[in-house]
């Protein structure tokens, strides 16, 4: 996985519309017009999503007649997962001192109030 594939998929998962259009792609593919549908933008502009998320890989289109339907392609997504989950053991180790320092909190609470109940 090259630096450029990945950060391209990352310039093209950072748009909202984009993330909102691949969620509806993960379900099927889809025309244009299908995609465009639940939002206030143009054809064209949907369009430019579309040929940001075609360059990045994440997704495909056919030709079917008159219409492109358009297909997620997952592996870039992927291949960014993978490189996220090289961080994982840094945020759970965060996440278990904070437990951790959590516990020992409640646990000093509970004892001031049992000290104060004698």
Not at 29 to 52: C, G, M, Q, R, Y
Request: aromatic share 6%; charged share 30%.
């Amino acid at each position: 996985m090259s630096t450029d594939t990945l950060s391209s998929t990352f310039a093209a998962l950072a748009d909202p519309t984009r993330r909102a259009i691949l969620a509806r792609l993960s379900e099927g593919e889809a025309t244009v017009n299908e995609l465009a549908e639940p939002f206030d933008i143009s054809l064209p502009a949907v369009s430019k999503h579309l040929k940001v998320l075609e360059k990045a890989g994440l997704i495909t289109r056919g030709r079917e007649a008159q219409w492109r339907p358009c297909q997620l392609n997952a592996g870039p997504l992927q291949d960014a997962a993978t490189w996220i989950d090289q961080y994982r053991h840094i945020w759970e180790g965060r996440f278990d001192r904070l437990d951790d320092y959590l516990q020992e909190l409640k646990n000093k609470q509970q004892h001031e109030n049992d000290d104060n109940d004698q």
